[in-house]
C-alpha cells in the first residue's frame, strides 16, 4: 500500500519475478518498493520475462510482497498493459491495489498527448477532409436560409405591426451602435482621409496637378471608403458585441426560455438590431465622409500648399448627388450584413464559454469578407446602371 504521512516504513529494493501456471497463464510477482526514488526495474526486464515464459496468452498479478508504492509503478503498469496488448497477452489487474487501480483507470480515460500536451489527433485524408467540408458548407448553407427566411418573416410582422420586441431595446442599440461609435468612427476615418491625400499629393506633384488631391480623396470617400471603414469598424465593435450577447444568453438558456414562453427570438432580439445598424450606419457614413475630406483637407494645405477655400471648392465641385446617393446605399448594405452576420453567429453559439468566444470571432471574419464582396459587386452594379 502507499505510505501515508508520518509513517516510517523500511525501505527495500523493489523485485520483479514471472511465474508460469497452467493453460498458457502466468503472474508476475510485484515485491518491495516501487517509488520513483528508488531504481525501479525497465519495462523491458517484463518483456524479457515474458519471452522466456512462451505461450502465454493470459497475465495477472501477485501483490502480497509490494511494501509501498507511488506513480513509478502506476506508470510501469501502464507500460506493461501496452506491451502485452501489442504480444496479444490478456492482462488481468485485478490482484493490483485498489489505488492503483483507480489510478490507472484514470490514466486511460486521458487522452494520450504529444510533446506540446495537446491532445494526438488523427489526420484524416484528404478525400475524408474534403467530404467533411462539404458537409459543413452544405449545413451551414442551410442554416444561413433558415435564418434569413425567419429574418423576413419578422421584417413582415414588423410591417404589419404584429413583431414583438421592446421599443427601449431599440433606442439604447441605436445609441450604443450609433453615437458611442462617433469617436473611432471619426479617428479611422480622418486617418484614411490623410493616407489618401499623401498618396495624392505624392503622385499629382509630378504633373503640376495638386489641387486634383480634392477630387481623389471626396470621391474615394464619399463613393466607397467613408462607408467601408464605418462598416469595418463596427464589425469588430458592434457585430462582434451582437455575436457576444445572444450567444451569452444561448448559453444561459435564455432563447430557449423565450421560445417557451412563445416569443420569437428573431423578432425580440435580431430584428431590433437589425434596425438600429441599419438605420446608423448611413448616418456614421455621412460622418465618416466628413473627417475623411477634413483629413486630405489636412495634407492639402499643410503638404500640398493649397489653401483651405480652393480645397473645399475642388471637393464640392467634384462631388455630385449620385457619388452621395452610392455611398448611402453601400452604406445601408454594409450595415445589414455587419447586424446579420453578429446576429447569425450568436444564435448559432454552442453552449459553452468557448464556444461565445468563436461565435465572436466568426462573426466579425464573416461580416468582413461579406462586406468586401458587397463593396465588389456594389461597385459593378453602379457602373452598370450609370450610377458612377
Given at each position: 500500500?502507499?505510505?501515508?504521512p ?7 529494493p523493489p523485485?520483479?519475478s514471472?511465474?508460469?501456471r497452467d493453460a498458457?497463464?502466468?503472474t508476475l ?10 531504481r ?7 518483456g524479457?520475462?515474458?519471452e522466456?515464459a512462451?505461450?502465454?496468452t493470459a497475465?495477472d498479478?501477485?501483490t502480497?510482497?509490494l511494501s509501498?508504492?507511488?506513480s ?9 498493459e501496452?506491451l ?9 489487474p485485478g490482484?493490483?491495489p485498489?489505488?492503483?487501480?483507480k489510478?490507472?483507470?484514470?490514466a486511460r480515460?486521458v487522452?494520450q498527448?504529444g510533446r506540446?500536451g495537446?491532445?494526438?489527433q488523427p489526420?484524416?485524408?484528404f ?6 467540408d462539404?458537409?459543413?458548407l452544405?449545413?451551414s448553407t442551410g442554416?444561413?436560409m433558415e ?20 421599443r427601449?431595446?431599440l433606442?439604447?442599440i441605436?445609441?450604443?451602435s450609433?453615437?458611442?461609435a462617433l469617436p473611432i468612427v471619426?479617428?479611422?476615418s480622418?486617418?484614411?482621409g490623410i493616407?489618401l ?5 505624392q503622385q499629382l506633384k ?9 477630387d481623389?480623396?471626396g470621391?474615394?470617400t ?6 467601408l471603414?464605418?462598416a469595418?469598424?463596427?464589425s469588430?465593435?458592434?457585430?462582434a458585441a451582437?455575436?457576444?450577447q445572444?450567444?451569452?444568453m444561448q448559453?444561459?438558456?435564455?432563447i430557449?426560455?423565450?421560445r ?6 428573431m423578432?425580440?432580439?435580431?430584428l ?5 445598424l ?15 475630406i477634413?483629413?486630405?483637407?489636412f495634407?492639402g ?7 483651405l ?8 465641385l467634384a462631388i455630385?448627388w449620385?457619388h ?5 446605399i453601400?452604406?445601408?448594405?454594409y ?13 448559432q453559439?454552442?453552449?459553452?464559454a468557448?464556444a461565445?468566444?468563436?461565435a ?8 468582413i ?7 465588389a ?7 452598370a446602371v450609370g450610377l458612377?
Amino acid at each position: 500500500m502507499p505510505q501515508t504521512p508520518g509513517m516510517t516504513t523500511a525501505t527495500s529494493p523493489p523485485t520483479l519475478s514471472l511465474e508460469s501456471r497452467d493453460a498458457g497463464r502466468a503472474t508476475l510477482v510485484l515485491g518491495g518498493t516501487w517509488r520513483l526514488t528508488q531504481r525501479l526495474p525497465r519495462l523491458a526486464r517484463a518483456g524479457e520475462l515474458l519471452e522466456q515464459a512462451p505461450g502465454v496468452t493470459a497475465l495477472d498479478f501477485d501483490t502480497e510482497q509490494l511494501s509501498d508504492w507511488d506513480s513509478g509503478l502506476v506508470t510501469f503498469i501502464a507500460g506493461l498493459e501496452q506491451l502485452c496488448r501489442a504480444r496479444g497477452i490478456q492482462c488481468e489487474p485485478g490482484g493490483l491495489p485498489d489505488g492503483l487501480l483507480k489510478l490507472l483507470e484514470l490514466a486511460r480515460s486521458v487522452p494520450q498527448t504529444g510533446r506540446g500536451g495537446h491532445a494526438m489527433q488523427p489526420v484524416p485524408s484528404f478525400v475524408s477532409q474534403l467530404g467533411s467540408d462539404a458537409m459543413d458548407l452544405i449545413q451551414s448553407t442551410g442554416e444561413i436560409m433558415e435564418f434569413f427566411g425567419e429574418g423576413t418573416i419578422a421584417f413582415r410582422n414588423l410591417l404589419l405591426g404584429r413583431a414583438r420586441f421592446r421599443r427601449s431595446d431599440l433606442w439604447l442599440i441605436m445609441q450604443e451602435s450609433g453615437a458611442d461609435a462617433l469617436p473611432i468612427v471619426g479617428l479611422v476615418s480622418f486617418l484614411v482621409g490623410i493616407i489618401l491625400g499623401y498618396i495624392g499629393d505624392q503622385q499629382l506633384k509630378e504633373f503640376g496637378a495638386q489641387i486634383y488631391v480634392a477630387d481623389l480623396v471626396g470621391l474615394a470617400t464619399v463613393i466607397q471608403m467613408g462607408a467601408l471603414v464605418t462598416a469595418i469598424v463596427l464589425s469588430g465593435r458592434t457585430g462582434a458585441a451582437f455575436a457576444a450577447q445572444i450567444g451569452t444568453m444561448q448559453v444561459n438558456e435564455e432563447i430557449d426560455a423565450l421560445r417557451t414562453l412563445g416569443i420569437s427570438p428573431m423578432e425580440f432580439l435580431v430584428l431590433p438590431r437589425m434596425l438600429a445598424l441599419i438605420a446608423m450606419t448611413p448616418l456614421l457614413a455621412i460622418y465618416a465622409d466628413l473627417l475623411g475630406i477634413l483629413g486630405g483637407a489636412f495634407v492639402g494645405t499643410v503638404v500640398g500648399s493649397l489653401t483651405l477655400s480652393a480645397y473645399l471648392t475642388e471637393t464640392q465641385l467634384a462631388i455630385g448627388w449620385n457619388h452621395i446617393i452610392q455611398g448611402l446605399i453601400a452604406a445601408t448594405v454594409y450595415g445589414a450584413i455587419v447586424a446579420a452576420s453578429g446576429c447569425l453567429r450568436g444564435m448559432q453559439c454552442g453552449r459553452s464559454a468557448a464556444a461565445v468566444g468563436q461565435a465572436t470571432t466568426s462573426a466579425v471574419v464573416t461580416s468582413i469578407v461579406f462586406i468586401v464582396i458587397a463593396a465588389a459587386v456594389l461597385t459593378i452594379i453602379f457602373d452598370a446602371v450609370g450610377l458612377s
